[in-house]
C-alpha cells in the first residue's frame, strides 16, 4: 500500500517582549504576525525540535482506532509560503484514508494545536536576539488549515531506510530506551535505561528514573537525565543539561530545561518553565512560575525547604523555609549580592558561603 505525504499550512502568531523591558508587563507585548516573523525561524524550529515534533505517538487505539491505522506520520515544523512563516504539519497517510478521516484528521490536529502540544508551546520562552517570544499554532479567529500534497521522493526514502543502521554500527541513535519495569505506585511510569553514555556520569545499561512516554525526557544529544526514582509524567519535557534526583517530579506541561536541577521531593508542575537553578526539599514551582538565570549576573536561584514559586524568579536569590512567590510577582535581582526570601520577608544575606553562582547543584541554604 503506496503512502502519501501532505502539508498541512496554518496561520502563525507570536508575542515578543523586547530585552529592554525589565518585568513582563502585559501592555508592552508586541504581537507580531507570521509575516514578521520569518527573522525568527532557526530560533522557534530549535524549540520545536526540544519541544518534540511528532504529533502521532499521540493517536492511540482506543480514542481514534481509525486514524492510529491509516497515519504513519505527523511532524511539526515551520515554514515560509508566501513571505508569511506558517504552521506545518507533514503528514504522511496511506492511500485508504478516507475524507472523513481527513476531517478527523484535521479535527485532531486543531486539537493538539489548541489544547495539547500548541497549548504547552505557547508557554515556552523562547530566547532570540532582541527579546523573548511566545509562538501560538492556534489562533482563535480565522483558523483554517491549507493542504499541499508532496510529491513522492524515491531516492530520500531508500537513504532514509539505510540511515539508521549507519548510526547503529556507531552510536545508538536514541539516548535510553523505556524498560518493563514499571513504578510501584504509578504503574503507567516506567524505568529508562541509558543506551549510550550520557553527560560524564550516567554509563550506556544505567538504569535511570520514570516516565510516562518518550515526550518526557529528551532523546538528543544533551546531558538530560532522570537519576535515582525521579519521574517525568504527563506532558511535562526535562531537556537540554536538566537533572532530576531522588523522587524529584515534573508533571502536567512542566518545562525543565538548560542548567536546572531538582532534588529530594520537589516539584514542577502545571505551566512552571525551569531554564536554570536549583529547586530541592519540598519546594514546589508551580501555576506559570518561571525560574531562570539573571540576564547580566547569569546567577540562578535556589528554591527549598516547603517554598512555593508561582511568578518569575530569576538572579542571586534563595527562597527558603515557607517563602513564596505569588502569581504575577517578579522577583529579579540584577545583583551578586544574594537575596534570601522566606514567609517573613527578604533580606540581603551576608554569608558568602551561600552564594548559589552559576552551578546549578549547590545546595547551600540559609539558616533558619
Same mark, same amino acid.
Given at each position: 500500500m503506496e503512502n502519501l505525504t501532505f502539508k498541512l499550512y496554518s496561520p502563525l502568531t507570536a508575542e515578543f517582549l523586547p530585552d529592554d523591558n525589565r518585568f513582563w508587563q502585559e501592555d508592552e507585548?508586541?504581537?507580531?504576525?507570521?509575516?514578521?516573523?520569518?527573522?525568527?525561524?532557526?530560533?522557534i524550529s530549535e524549540q520545536i525540535e526540544r519541544e518534540g515534533d511528532h504529533l502521532e505517538q499521540y493517536l492511540d487505539d482506543e480514542n481514534s482506532p481509525y486514524l492510529a491505522a491509516h497515519v504513519k506520520s505527523i511532524r511539526i515544523s515551520v515554514e515560509e509560503r508566501g513571505g508569511e512563516l506558517c504552521g506545518c504539519a507533514t503528514v504522511v497517510v496511506d492511500e485508504d484514508l478516507t475524507e472523513r478521516g481527513w476531517n478527523d484528521l484535521q479535527e485532531y490536529l486543531s486539537g493538539q494545536y489548541s489544547d495539547g502540544w500548541g497549548e504547552g508551546f505557547e508557554q515556552r520562552d523562547i530566547q532570540v536576539e532582541d527579546g523573548n517570544l511566545n509562538v501560538h499554532f492556534w489562533q482563535e479567529e480565522r483558523f483554517a488549515f491549507t493542504v499541499e500534497q508532496v510529491a513522492n521522493e524515491p531516492q530520500l526514502e531508500q537513504a532514509a531506510v539505510h540511515t539508521p543502521q549507519q548510526t547503529k554500527s556507531s552510536q545508538p541513535a536514541k539516548k535510553y530506551e523505556i524498560t518493563d519495569i514499571s513504578h510501584p505506585v504509578y504503574p503507567e511510569l516506567h524505568r529508562i535505561r541509558a543506551l549510550r553514555?550520557?553527560?560524564?556520569?550516567?554509563p550506556a545499561g544505567t538504569l535511570?528514573?520514570?516516565?510516562?512516554?518518550?515526550a518526557n525526557l529528551?532523546?538528543?544529544?544533551?546531558? !538530560?537525565? +532522570?537519576? &535515582?526514582?525521579?519521574?517525568?509524567?504527563?506532558e511535562a519535557n526535562v531537556?537540554?543539561? !536538566?537533572? +532530576?534526583? &531522588?523522587?524529584?517530579?515534573a508533571q502536567d506541561l512542566a518545562l525543565v530545561s538548560g542548567s536546572s536541577t531538582m532534588y529530594d521531593n520537589a516539584v514542577a508542575c502545571?505551566?512552571?518553565?525551569?531554564?536554570?537553578?536549583?529547586?530541592?526539599n519540598d519546594a514546589i514551582v508551580c501555576g506559570n512560575a518561571r525560574v531562570r538565570e539573571n540576564a547580566a549576573t547569569h546567577i540562578a536561584p535556589v528554591v527549598t525547604g516547603q517554598s512555593v514559586v508561582m511568578g518569575d524568579l530569576s538572579g542571586s536569590v534563595v527562597?527558603?523555609?515557607?517563602?513564596?512567590?505569588?502569581p504575577g510577582q517578579t522577583v529579579d535581582n540584577p545583583t551578586r549580592r544574594l537575596i534570601g526570601l522566606n514567609e517573613r520577608g527578604a533580606a540581603i544575606v551576608r554569608d558568602p558561603g551561600l552564594t548559589p553562582g552559576c552551578?546549578?547543584?549547590n545546595r547551600n541554604t540559609p539558616e533558619r
Open positions: 507585548l508586541v504581537e507580531l504576525s507570521g509575516y514578521e516573523l520569518s527573522d525568527y525561524a532557526a530560533a553514555q550520557v553527560g560524564t556520569d550516567v535511570g528514573g520514570y516516565v510516562q512516554s518518550e529528551s532523546q538528543d544529544s544533551d546531558d !538530560a537525565w +532522570l537519576y &535515582d526514582d525521579s519521574i517525568s509524567r504527563d531537556c537540554g543539561g !536538566a537533572q +532530576l534526583h &531522588d523522587r524529584a517530579v502545571d505551566n512552571a518553565i525551569l531554564t536554570a537553578g536549583c529547586i530541592r527562597v527558603y523555609g515557607r517563602g513564596f512567590i505569588l552551578d546549578g547543584k
